[in-house]
Structures are given as C-alpha cells and as structure tokens.
C-alpha cells in the first residue's frame, strides 16, 4: 500500500487558517487523496478528497503539488470545533472503490 | 438519508462470550468497511465486503473473527471467544456503488466492545 507521512501534531489560533501537509511520494497515478477527521470519541468524518486538480468544499480546501507526491489540507479559519485528528489517505481507485488505510495522522489543537 | 448505523453502541462481554456487531450501510451502498481502534491508537482495517462477497480480510485475525454481508440486513462482524485485548472501539463505513469515479466513505459512530 502507498504511505503518507504527516506530522504527529500542530496548532492553531482559533479564527486563523491553517495548512496541514501531507507527503505521499510513492503515489501511483491510480491513487487518490482523501482527507478524513476524527473529533474525540466520534467516527472518522470525511474532509475532502482530489486527484490532480485542488479542490475546495465547504469545508475546506485541498492543494495538490504538480508532481502529486504531496498535498495540503487547508481549513481557512480553524474554530475550536476542528480540533481532531486529521488523516490524509490515499485511495486506490483500480474500477472499485478501493479500502481506506489510515495512518497515525495529525493532531489538530486549536487554542481560543 | 440516515447515516451508517452501528448498534449496539457499547456493548459489555465476559471473557469467553461471543459479541455481534451490526451495520446499516447508508440508503444504497454496497461496499462495507470494519476498523478496530484501540484506546489512544489509530484506526486499523479489518475488512472490506461488498453483498455477499469479503473483497479483502487482510486485516482479520485468523483466529475467532468474521464477517458478513448479507444480501438482506445489515453486515455483521462476528468475535468468537472474546479476550481483554478485543476490547476496542469498532467503527464501519460505507461507500456507494463505484458509477466511475472515486467517491467517500461515511463511518458510523461505532461499537464500544468492552471485555471483562
């Protein structure tokens, strides 16, 4: 399985934008990027997901690099709700949905 | 649309008793994930099933662990003989039909087995 790399944790201030990296160099061109989230005592929650071009929901947005070995998770003005775990994945996408493998992720703290 | 439904929510066993785990995958999916999660750990897969079919069990111990997908009702992921070390949070996500593009999983709230 393709791996990602992030970092252990990171903070915030609450109102301000904050740009969680991701590395994934062993991408395959048949991977995607999902990023999912984990507020405590809750089931993950999906974020946003892309393959080449950034993406942008209401929730946030997505950067990709040009040669895709990295991403960035942007949340445009943090609130002390997205305190959780953030998970970038890569998905295989081979004409089925593929499985999600979540590593150990990054630890959001958002300080009022 | 109701979301993925996971019953129970907790759910207490002696050592040696079997746990039943349900999941109600949302209004038309067809693809079903289980992840165990140990207190302060990450999320570990166990398997995937689209109806009745186990697409991949990788992550399943060989031992005690199963899983389903029934054509009718909802999966169910089976711990036989449970030990303390089950004891873990069990959370499964859904995904609808592939129609050609890569689409989210939604993951329910999740089954707290707590071993005694």
């Known amino acids: 399985d393709a791996k990602t790399t992030q970092p252990n944790s990171m903070e915030s201030n609450e109102e301000e934008p904050v740009h969680l990296p991701c590395n994934h160099s062993?991408?395959?061109?048949?991977?995607?990027i999902h990023w999912y989230r984990q507020l405590p005592s809750q089931g993950p929650e999906y974020v946003i997901h892309?393959?080449?071009s950034n993406v942008n929901n209401r929730m946030a947005s997505l950067a990709i690099a040009e040669d895709r070995k990295s991403s960035t998770l942007i949340l445009h003005r943090a609130t002390l709700r997205d305190a959780a775990v953030y998970y970038c994945?890569?998905?295989?996408?081979?004409?089925?949905?593929?499985?999600?493998?979540f590593g150990k992720g990054t630890k959001l703290s958002v300080k009022p | 649309n109701a979301g993925v439904m996971q019953n129970p929510r907790h759910l207490v066993r002696r050592r040696g008793q079997e746990a039943r785990l349900r999941c109600s995958p949302m209004?038309?999916?067809?693809?079903v994930y289980w992840y165990r999660q140990l207190p302060e750990e990450g999320l570990k897969f166990m398997v995937y099933?689209?109806?009745?079919?186990?697409?991949?069990e990788s992550g399943m111990p060989k031992e005690r662990f199963s899983a389903e997908f029934p054509k009718e009702g909802p999966s169910i992921l089976r711990i036989q003989q449970v030990v303390r070390g089950d004891s873990a949070a069990y959370f499964c996500?859904?995904?609808?039909?592939?129609?050609?593009?890569?689409?989210?999983?939604?993951f329910g709230q999740g089954t707290r087995l707590t071993v005694v």
């Open positions: 099933l689209q109806k009745e079919n186990i697409i991949d």
């Open positions: 062993t991408i395959s061109g048949t991977d995607y």
């Open positions: 209004k038309g999916h067809s693809h």
């Open positions: 892309g393959l080449t």
């Open positions: 996500a859904s995904s609808p039909m592939d129609r050609g593009m890569n689409t989210e999983a939604f």
């Open positions: 994945i890569l998905r295989y996408y081979g004409g089925s949905q593929g499985n999600l493998i």
